[in-house]
């Protein structure tokens, strides 16, 4: 028995979460309450295991990278940490203080236990989507704590009102009811608005069946290629591009401008807003205050091939290697707990779309209320069966990088009037020389911490 427990002292774990940014000039979180489910579930662990104290930190979600890499060299980093999703190879390069990764895959350190510390052992219960996204060569490397995918929004009066009936499925329905709205005489200026942001690009690359990276997108081997100017990459950027040739498509002239799409949609300079299901129940305060009905739809597919979940957003809780056995058992134990039934299930009342099965059954259940608008349709994309490696999602370093290397590509057609081709040629070569780099730190001997520590989502 560890001496802790024989001095009456708890066993700490540190668990660090990946926090809401704040919105900026103020201190208000842009997110507020998204860590709340894992502090509840880290006073009922405590609670049932009083030998341990799990000990929760909330550090900015584009921070805590950095934040654990410094730790590690002052000798003290967190039993574990929250990475967000497009961190998850940063996470996976994280070396410890010997040169050895941070991190053990979750599923690793678990083995082939039922229980730990009479916790039963819950990842064979996370939804199929969710445990592929989070998993490396079939491998679960972290454990999911949050998940979240894109959805289409509408003005339900506008829509009457242009005679649209049903909510687009498709690009094609979409820039026909952006025209049907633009013939309106009193009509919005636009039709539509969505963030210039890294993740509606990953999502409609795989939603037509291509790769943004090599490897199976990193899922069977590590990215060493970039393609940013794919087939597929250029199909959407071009019909982007006409979208806002037509004045069909708003852009708010901001990257990474949620809010800005969202405050649009309220203004009901638009009719539809595509974004993230996290932010529903701040779009049906939106749609109360402007006065109209919020409608909820999938996100319009590039044609009539079958619905892919694509790839999700939101945390993981990533395990530090070579912990003592009781901290690493403790570690295990909560994040099962945290995932258990009663857990899994209070967390769809938060952000989260349902991390297991049994949040999913109680999610569509007849009897169940979606707790906030978006919720049920996000929910049916989540658990799409047309799902492949590939499809889980890009898996690659500097994804953050990469990410804004793109994003400022289709500023430039937008804005400036690049010509797309020409323009994504350019930012793939700009794309691979950063994750040249980024490998060169990982494929080191001996490996090192890549430098491209700060993240967004």
Same mark, same amino acid.
């Given at each position: =028995?560890p *001496?802790?427990?024989?001095a009456?002292?708890p066993i700490?774990?540190e668990a660090?979460?990946? *926090?809401?940014a704040?919105?900026?000039?103020t201190?208000?979180?842009m997110?507020?309450?998204t860590? /709340?489910p894992?502090? *509840?579930?880290?006073?009922?662990f405590?609670v049932?295991?009083p030998e341990?104290?799990?000990?929760i930190?909330? %550090?900015?979600y ?5 934040a654990v890499a410094?730790a +590690?060299a002052?000798?003290?980093?967190p039993?574990?940490?929250e990475? $967000?999703y497009?961190?998850t190879?940063?996470?996976?390069d994280?070396?410890?203080?010997a040169?050895?990764?941070l991190?053990?895959? $979750? ?6 236990? &039922?229980? #730990?510390?009479?916790e039963?052992?819950i990842?064979?219960d #996370?939804?199929a989507s ?5 998993s ?6 972290s +454990?999911?704590?949050? $998940?979240?995918c894109n959805?289409l929004?509408a003005?339900?009066? %506008? ?8 909510m687009?499925?498709t690009w094609q329905?979409?820039?026909a009811?952006?025209? @049907?709205v633009a @013939?309106?005489p ?7 608005t969505w963030p210039?942001y ?7 690359v795989v939603?037509?069946?291509?790769l943004?990276?090599n490897?199976d997108?990193?899922? !069977?081997?590590?990215?060493t290629?970039v393609?940013?100017?794919?087939p597929?990459m250029?199909a959407? +950027?071009?019909w982007?591009?006409h979208?806002h040739?037509?004045a069909?498509y ?11 799409a =969202?405050?649009?949609?309220g203004?009901?300079? +638009?009719a539809?807003?595509v974004t ?6 701040? =779009?049906?305060? #939106?749609?109360?205050a402007?006065g ?11 044609g009539a ?7 999700l957003?939101g945390?993981?809780?990533f395990l530090t290697a070579g912990l003592? &056995?009781? $901290?690493e ?7 099962q707990?945290?995932? /258990?039934?009663q857990?899994a #299930?209070a967390? =769809?009342h938060s952000r989260s779309?349902p991390?297991?099965?049994p @949040?999913?059954?109680q999610a569509t259940?007849e009897q169940?209320?979606?707790?906030f608008?978006g919720y049920l349709?996000a929910?049916?994309?989540l658990a799409?069966p047309?799902?492949?490696? @590939? ?6 370093? /500097?994804?953050n ?5 793109m994003?400022a590509a289709m500023?430039?057609v937008l804005k ?5 081709a020409?323009?994504?040629r350019e !930012?793939?070569r700009a ?5 040249d780099?980024?490998n060169a730190?990982?494929? !080191?001997?001996p ?8 993240v &967004?989502a």
């Amino acid at each position: =028995m560890p *001496d802790s427990i024989q001095a009456g002292l708890p066993i700490i774990i540190e668990a660090w979460l990946g *926090d809401s940014a704040k919105i900026e000039g103020t201190d208000e979180d842009m997110l507020p309450g998204t860590g /709340n489910p894992i502090v *509840d579930a880290a006073h009922s662990f405590n609670v049932a295991h009083p030998e341990y104290e799990v000990r929760i930190r909330k %550090i900015d979600y584009r921070e805590l990278p950095k934040a654990v890499a410094e730790a +590690v060299a002052q000798g003290n980093p967190p039993a574990l940490a929250e990475y $967000v999703y497009t961190a998850t190879q940063v996470a996976l390069d994280t070396r410890a203080r010997a040169g050895g990764p941070l991190f053990v895959p $979750v599923e690793r350190a678990v083995r082939d236990r &039922t229980e #730990i510390l009479g916790e039963p052992v819950i990842l064979d219960d #996370i939804v199929a989507s969710a445990r592929e996204y989070w998993s490396r060569g079939g491998e679960l490397v972290s +454990v999911p704590t949050t $998940v979240t995918c894109n959805v289409l929004f509408a003005n339900r009066a %506008i829509l009457e009102r242009a005679g649209i009936d049903r909510m687009p499925a498709t690009w094609q329905d979409l820039e026909a009811a952006c025209a @049907a709205v633009a @013939a309106l005489p009193d009509g919005p200026a636009h039709g539509v608005t969505w963030p210039n942001y890294g993740w509606l690009f990953h999502r409609e690359v795989v939603g037509q069946g291509g790769l943004f990276c090599n490897g199976d997108n990193g899922r !069977a081997g590590r990215a060493t290629r970039v393609f940013l100017d794919s087939p597929e990459m250029l199909a959407y +950027v071009q019909w982007w591009k006409h979208m806002h040739d037509r004045a069909y498509y708003h852009y708010t002239g901001e990257v990474n401008d949620y809010f800005g799409a =969202m405050v649009a949609f309220g203004r009901q300079d +638009v009719a539809f807003a595509v974004t993230s299901s996290a932010v529903g129940q701040e =779009m049906l305060d #939106i749609a109360t205050a402007a006065g109209f009905e919020l409608l909820a739809g999938h996100l319009p597919r590039s044609g009539a091939e079958p619905y892919s979940s694509g790839p999700l957003g939101g945390q993981s809780f990533f395990l530090t290697a070579g912990l003592p &056995t009781a $901290v690493e058992d403790g570690a295990l134990a909560f994040l099962q707990h945290q995932l /258990n039934p009663q857990h899994a #299930i209070a967390r =769809m009342h938060s952000r989260s779309l349902p991390l297991t099965q049994p @949040a999913h059954e109680q999610a569509t259940a007849e009897q169940w209320t979606e707790p906030f608008p978006g919720y049920l349709v996000a929910t049916e994309q989540l658990a799409s069966p047309n799902r492949t490696p @590939a499809a889980a999602g890009p898996l690659l370093g /500097n994804l953050n990088g990469i990410n804004g290397i793109m994003i400022a590509a289709m500023d430039d057609v937008l804005k400036r009037g690049a010509e797309p081709a020409a323009r994504f040629r350019e !930012a793939s070569r700009a794309a691979q020389a950063l994750l040249d780099r980024y490998n060169a730190s990982a494929l !080191a001997y001996p490996p090192v911490t890549p430098e491209a520590l700060t993240v &967004t989502a």
